[in-house]
């Protein structure tokens, strides 16, 4: 079945750097989805993007999808403390959502 | 800001019990959606509704699961005769569309033990 992997595991960033999270998908995707989850709350929903080559922005948060609808990335400039949680990417084919594992992001101030 | 809500907030409930998870989706939202997310796992999709059914499930939706909208607010999840394995939390979501740009909310989850 469809699977969806989703690297780094884990991120430890300095306040101020950069981290970029990575999705790939084992079969052509019709979307993906991006969510952060803090510890203990709920799954936020961040975005879904749905074109092939297509990149979004929400602020510092850029968001990408691969031209052959396969891979996502997620990546946030200047990293803040209130970036903390775990981001979690969703792909959609021919199968329901099926969501990667997370990359839990640590922010050291 | 407009807020799925879930009912209960924890429920423990002895193995081969019935168990339903109560959820109140934002007032004009369509689609309706239930995730379950084991301790320290990824996020697993398991039903979506829309217009009073299933419009998809996942290989976890089997028939120990059903999903209801009795009335006009509210959306439920049933687990008959529950296992150990479905101790879990469990998001409701509720969306206006599910076309590009739409949002998807989710509500703060249910906790179920299964003891």
């Known amino acids: 079945g469809q699977q969806v992997m989703q690297i780094p595991q884990y991120q430890h960033v300095q306040e101020g750097e950069d981290f970029t999270t990575y999705c790939n998908s084992s079969t052509t995707l019709s979307n993906i989805q991006w969510y952060k989850q803090r510890p203990g709350g709920h799954p936020v929903f961040l975005i879904q993007?749905?074109?092939?080559?297509e990149v979004k922005k929400q602020k510092r948060l850029t968001f990408q999808f691969g031209e052959a609808k396969k891979n996502s990335s997620l990546h946030i400039t200047a990293t803040q403390t209130t970036d903390v949680g775990t981001y979690f990417c969703a792909g959609r084919g021919n199968t329901p959502l099926v969501f990667g594992k997370g990359t839990r992001l640590s922010v050291i101030a | 800001e407009p807020e799925v809500t879930q009912t209960p907030s924890h429920q423990v409930t002895q193995m081969g019990q019935e168990v339903i998870l109560r959820c109140v989706p934002i007032s004009n939202h369509l689609y309706f959606y239930w995730y379950r997310q084991i301790l320290g796992q990824k996020v697993e999709f398991l039903v979506s509704?829309?217009?009073?059914?299933?419009?998809?499930k996942s290989e976890i939706f089997d028939d120990q699961f059903s999903v209801e909208r009795p009335d006009g607010s509210n959306f439920t999840l049933k687990i008959r005769s529950t296992k150990l394995e479905d101790s879990a939390m469990y998001f409701c979501a509720s969306s206006l569309t599910e076309g590009s740009g739409n949002t998807i909310y989710f509500g703060e989850g249910s906790w179920l033990t299964v003891v």
């Open positions: 993007l749905v074109k092939s080559g």
């Open positions: 509704f829309y217009n009073n059914e299933i419009s998809e």
